[in-house]
């Protein structure tokens, strides 16, 4: 007959099953950054080399080029119903957030602003290029793309 054993504690006293529910914690903040993060297409849409990586410390780095500054990221999230948070720092290019005990770095390198990414005529808009109600005498963006 075979014995059957028990997990064996790690000699420093620690207990494996914290760090599981640690990570476990930690990827469902980050999901529910990412999800709030999806339902705003403008941030997505205006935002080029968006990326994301964990941090050393059980947190996330969230770093993109243009698009709005990191203030304006941090308050959106911080009230999102999904990702709801507290700011713990924001300014223009940097903002620190804490969603479900989870720590949040966000970057924005050489930010607009959402008022500016709004107002760039020449800015390219994939709600505006699928939008096929406005009628025109030019070919629409996606007829462009499609080669239509």
Not at 114 to 132: G, I, K, M, Y
């Amino acid at each position: 007959m075979r014995r059957k054993h028990a997990l064996r504690r790690p000699k420093d006293g620690t207990n494996p099953d914290d760090h599981s529910l640690a990570s476990a914690c930690r990827y469902e903040a980050f999901g529910r950054v990412m999800a709030a993060l999806a339902t705003k297409a403008e941030f997505i849409e205006s935002c080029r080399d968006l990326t994301w990586w964990p941090g050393p410390d059980e947190s996330w780095h969230i770093e993109w080029r243009d698009g709005p500054f990191a203030s304006e990221v941090a308050a959106l999230l911080a009230r999102h119903p999904h990702a709801t948070g507290r700011v713990v720092t924001a300014d223009d290019v940097s903002a620190v957030l804490e969603v479900r005990g989870v720590r949040f770095e966000l970057r924005a390198v050489d930010p607009m602003g959402r008022t500016e990414v709004r107002s760039r005529p020449h800015f390219w808009r994939l709600a505006e290029a699928l939008d096929t109600t406005r009628r025109t005498t030019a070919r629409h963006p996606w007829e462009e793309l499609l080669g239509g």
